[in-house]
Nanobody
Framework: QVQLQESGPGLVKPSQTLSLTCTVSGGSITTSGYRWSWIRQPPGKGLEWMGHIYYDGSALYSPSLKSRTSISRDTSKNQFSLQLSSVTPEDTAVYYC??????????WGQGTQVTVSS
């Protein structure tokens, strides 16, 4: 059973870069067919897909966030990471990492609260 765990700062100042890491156990991030995703949920709003990194290392981003988002991976640690630059208070959200299969089945991390505030 795959498990995902987000880690990173819970408080980021406006204009800085938000950085989160997802540590994966029980499955390899290089296994064919899976997309390793970052998804967030601002307070009082629905889930927002931010982007994913594919098993082969290629990445795809939400058009609305593409200019500020980067997703990378460290295969030696079985981790993938999110960087979101130039954050504003509107980026305050619970951030989730997740694994998506080709059949759109999801395995989720527990989520981590990130607040953007000075």
């Amino acid at each position: 059973q795959v498990q995902l765990q987000e880690s990173g700062p819970g408080l980021v100042k406006p204009s800085q870069t938000l950085s989160l890491t997802c540590t994966v156990s029980g499955g390899s991030i290089t296994t064919s067919g899976y997309r390793w995703s970052w998804i967030r949920q601002p307070p009082g709003k629905g889930l927002e897909w931010m982007g994913h990194i594919y098993y082969d290392g290629s990445a795809l981003y939400s058009p609305s966030l593409k200019s500020r988002t980067s997703i990378s991976r460290d295969t030696s640690k079985n981790q993938f990471s999110l960087q979101l630059s130039s954050v504003t208070p509107e980026d305050t959200a619970v951030y989730y990492c997740a694994r998506r299969s080709n059949r759109f089945d999801y395995d989720w991390g527990q989520g981590t609260q990130v607040t953007v505030s000075s």
